[in-house]
């Protein structure tokens, strides 16, 4: 995806390129309005309808908010934007590296990475396992950091698609500027050849299918455990705590940074509900990939608009990877399993009238099952007893609006934000941001299908526990792992045995 972007570069995404740029760089600093569009256009050379596309391109990413009477007013993307972010700001070559958020790109991985594993142990065929055992003997080979680092995001890649859960490819495509950079950096510091063979004997392993899942993430994690002090070292740590020490005395509380909808719902412009229409189509496989879309002049006419503001609709699926200029014929599907971010998946779900595709919701609970449990345990060690409490207050909110589906599907959601706002970290906090409308859709069927009583208390029991420090700090990981297996699983049965049609393969 990172050459999409660079390629046959049109004046609007030159435009919003150089807004996000600008944005990235503190030049357009958060709360900041953007000049008239009319004196926008002059500094930046260009008409205003390029630059109405570019400004929706980045609205898109929720960079920007539209301000009636007011303009454009800059957003802060640590608290505003998706992990979308990560592809269109770290693509553009000049956009600086950002230490601390490469080590919180590296935490993110160790969080993740064991989950991605444990699927990719129940679901992977031979032929999967093959092509990852293949990325790693071509890095085996490679003789320059720059090669390798390309060859560790191919790995990564492979084993997202190996775990057949269409959530983790889309977010880890979304990252892949972000990962190419935090690989470039590692791969300097180690010796590639040896880490190479490493990774190859790892995949053996799994190829020999002696391990279960379950061995086979602890044995990725412990791994991890033993690795992580150094690569920290050779990034230039941030601060202890945000690698899961226990806060220090006098630590502000952690919760509350990004603990309800993040993205206020805004009335739609007429290039939203068009685009809106479009992505609904994609999903739906009236557009099927590889499909050209009808001229302009006859798409505007078939979707009763003007051919201006289609053109910023199509602005928007383009930046995200939906649909791409062929030379001489117009706009051509691409197809959003391979090409697109989790950006579509979270406009997509945000759509009322998009259908439920129940087995696409037991796949956003396996992510979940995946990477919560390390999740629950960095923040046993990060959040502080007010934190703790707030979440509990939150959870007894929950059980007492129990009967209501809404109500208590928009708190477990909320729950879930403050579990993510509590790690400090801002990688994990946009991909919870891009992730919301999915978690929300599986949080109102798992309300609608399940006791929802039951699980909030055993909820509250295990945070009792955590609360009362009945349990090491160490174990919480392990522990809540124990404990949501069959909370998941059970989820997870009620998903697929609920009816609703079948989501589009991974």
Known sequence: ???????????????????????????YAPGIRLPPERTLAV?????????RIALAQVKRLNLLSIVQGSGAVVNDYRTHAGVEFFL????????????????????????TMPGVYGLVMQ??????????EGVYRRQVAARDPEASAALAVEAIDEAAIASRNLIFQAIFRSMRPLRLRLMRRLMALVDIRHAAEDNVRWVQLLRSRTLSADEVEERYRATLRRSHVKAREAMGALAQDAWGAAPRPGAAPRLGVVVSPVRPR?????????????????????????????????????????????????GQLKRMNLI?????????????????????????FELEDTPLEAEMLAQVADYLNATVPALVGLCARLASPPDLERLEHVFRQARAAAGDVEAVSELTVRSEDMFAAATGNVVVALVYHSTRPLRLRLAHRVAATTDMRQRLDAHLDFLRIVQKGLVAVDDVEGLFRTYQRKLFSDARAALTGAGGSAAPAA
């Open 324 to 348: 791409s200029a062929v030379q001489g014929s117009g706009m051509a599907v691409k197809d959003f399993r391979r090409d697109a971010g989790i950006d579509f998946l979270e406009h997509v």
């Open 1 to 27: 995806m990172e050459s999409s972007i660079a390629r046959r570069e049109s004046v609007s995404d030159r435009l919003a390129n150089e807004l996000i740029r600008r944005i990235v760089s503190g030049d």
């Open 88 to 111: 269109h700001a770290f693509a553009l070559a000049d956009t600086p590296d950002e230490p601390a958020l490469l080590n919180e790109m590296l935490q993110y991985f160790h969080l």
């Open 266 to 314: 805004r009335p739609p412009t007429t290039p939203d509900r068009l685009a809106h229409e479009l992505m609904r189509r994609i999903w739906l496989g009236a557009y099927a990939p590889g499909q050209h879309l009808s001229p302009e002049r006859e798409l505007a006419v078939e979707l009763g608009t003007d051919r201006t503001s289609l053109r910023v609709a199509l």
């Open 43 to 51: 500094e930046l050379g260009s008409d205003r309808t390029s630059l």
């Open 123 to 132: 679901r992977a065929s031979d032929a999967d396992l093959a092509a990852i």
